[in-house]
């Protein structure tokens, strides 16, 4: 099996526990593979799989809007079969309604 390559969006959140966790899971799983914190659409375009961690919704979004392709690569990848993993502010991210604007 080739390398995977995880990112973490590095904007807001628990960046470096993710980053670890992740590194964690993969050595437990006999996979090779890197995992790295992301915050450029660039860097989000050549990975495997990518981690969204909480934060503050409203902060995540304004930082994220503020680089541009962000959003626009992250729904890419996703259309074309990227797993995405999002926890708290990260999943809020990936949601497609939301019905509590607060």
Not at 75 to 85: A, N, R, T, W, Y
Request: hydrophobic residues 35%.
């Amino acid at each position: 099996m080739s390398n995977i390559k995880v990112g973490v969006l590095g904007i807001q959140g628990d960046i470096e526990e993710n980053v670890l966790s992740t590194e964690e899971a993969l050595k437990h799983q006999n996979l090779k593979g890197t995992v790295e914190s992301v915050r450029y659409s660039e860097s989000i375009a050549e990975l495997d799989g990518l981690i969204l961690p909480g934060g503050e919704s409203t902060v995540i979004g304004s930082l994220l809007s503020i680089q541009g392709k962000v959003f626009q690569t992250i729904e890419k990848k996703i259309k074309e079969g990227m797993p995405v993993l999002g926890t708290c502010a990260g999943l809020i991210m990936l949601s497609k309604r939301t019905y509590d604007k607060v």
